[in-house]
């Protein structure tokens, strides 16, 4: 039985607010993959109040519409009575993490991810034998295999569309999984240097802006990094990088691990008061919607409440700092690319943010924004999603691969480092070498005038 704590009790009126019109249904991926009401926002709503309600227990079956959900928030996009359903599922889960005994190696598997993704350091040992083996023979074609004739392929994803048969994946897929996702990473690029400690502004200088580096980001993607502190530096803001940060606690928020989540929060918070930022810039979705929520987060902590508002009112998407940061100063140099601008849902949907992405691409000359086919659909990354839930994630991302294959782009702009590893290894399986970058790096190369 969902358990009725001041905490739950408080989202009664969001539960409440669902009318059940429906208008949720084609915005969601897991229905529109099987077509369940129970694998539909308004679906697991119901579960949540059947659950409150003491109508339903919390059985495998139940906890399995709960895992399925990618949490995308699309949903939120299309509701027209305004249910936020990022709180209710984040504390369903925090629920069922609390009172569901999962199976021991779905445990393992869950503690071993939590142990290593959100610690740059543990994350570049685990990655250190990638990059080993990379020098010797292409992971690729070992995880992947022999690419299957385009007939073949369509055929195996569309009957796995079909039937959502409701049992978690077994330990050997998710391994399976994890290093098809995983990137292609060289000993340089695992111990780049890191982003400095300060960058100052060229010119006056408009702001100081502090910068999230990360976990993920930080290891497997530090030019993402750089380039944003090159970008921000030369439209006049003194960009501040404090050593002592660490994960912000997206990916445990996410997955209902919500004691984790405060706990990285209030490190976060502490490590960005100290040199006394005006603005927080962020270039990973997921993290940047995460960050936004902590004065709700830490609502009911006394001690953290005041400061938790007071740092979420100063984050920005790296994208919406500079579109806020009003007229370019630095000069934007021709750079002839066809882009297709994938939306990570954590940026688009979470936190409403679409045209200061595309208004930031646009601003280069040369640059031709090539419209993709289900832009709001997930591309099955969704924080831990692709590890835990690798058959759902995979058919999202092929479909996804497909999609942006279609416009033929030169490059994907990706705003988010979970979606660039999901759209890579798709890509991959379709037998195609894609080249994937996130907004400012292409924004830094037109400011630098060339890669």
């Not at 929060?265 to 979705?285: L, S």
């Not at 830490?298 to 508002?309: F, I, K, V």
Request: hydrophobic residues 40%.
């Amino acid at each position: 039985m969902i358990e009725r704590s001041a905490e739950s009790l408080a989202l009664q009126d969001q539960i409440d607010k669902c009318v059940h019109c429906g208008f949720c249904l084609p915005s969601c991926p897991t229905y529109m993959l099987w077509g369940e009401e129970m694998d539909s926002p308004r679906g697991r709503i119901y579960l949540m109040k059947a659950g409150r309600e003491g109508r339903a227990q919390m059985t495998d079956g139940f906890v399995r519409h709960f895992d399925a959900c990618l949490g995308c928030m699309a949903c939120v996009t299309a509701c027209p009575s305004g249910v936020q359903y990022g709180p209710l599922i984040e504390t369903t889960r925090g629920q069922i993490d609390r009172q569901h005994p999962r199976p021991f190696a779905d445990r393992l598997f869950r503690s071993a991810i939590f142990a290593v993704l959100p610690y740059p350091g543990r994350l570049r040992v685990a990655l250190a034998p990638l990059a080993m083996w990379s020098s010797v023979v292409s992971r690729w074609s070992l995880v992947v295999g022999r690419r299957a004739p385009d007939d073949q392929r369509r055929t195996t994803v569309d009957q796995r569309r079909t039937t959502n048969d409701h049992r978690p994946s077994t330990i050997f897929t998710r391994l399976r999984a994890a290093l098809a996702l995983a990137p292609r990473v060289t000993f340089s690029s695992l111990f780049a240097p890191a982003v400095p400690e300060r960058t100052p502004a060229i010119g006056e200088r408009r702001l100081t802006v502090g910068l999230l580096t990360g976990c993920a980001q930080r290891v497997m993607f530090p030019q993402v990094n750089a380039a944003t502190a090159r970008v921000l530096a030369a439209e006049g803001c003194d960009v501040v990088a404090p050593a002592a940060q660490g994960c912000c606690g997206a990916l445990a928020l996410h997955a209902g691990r919500l004691d984790e989540a405060r706990a990285f929060a209030r490190r976060a918070i502490a490590a960005f008061e100290q040199p006394g930022v005006d603005r927080i810039g962020v270039n990973a979705a997921g993290c940047g919607s995460s960050m936004k929520e902590y004065g709700e987060l830490l609502a009911d902590d006394p001690a953290w409440a005041d400061r938790a508002r007071a740092f979420a009112s100063k984050v920005r998407d790296a994208s919406e700092l500079v579109d806020e940061l009003g007229p370019p100063r630095a000069t934007r140099h021709p750079l002839k690319l066809r882009v297709a601008y994938q939306d990570a849902c954590h940026l688009a949907h979470a936190q409403g943010i679409r045209q200061a992405p595309r208004d930031l691409l646009a601003s280069i000359p040369g640059v031709e924004l090539l419209p993709i086919a289900e832009a709001d659909v997930c591309c099955g990354s969704a924080g831990i999603y692709n590890l835990v839930e690798p058959d759902t994630a995979r058919q999202l991302g092929d479909r996804k691969a497909g999609c942006i294959a279609a416009v033929n782009p030169d490059v994907i702009a990706s705003a988010n480092p979970g979606c660039t590893l999901q759209i890579a290894a798709a890509a991959r399986r379709r037998g195609e070498d894609v080249r994937i970058l996130h907004p400012m790096e292409i924004l830094d190369a037109s400011i630098k005038g060339g890669w």
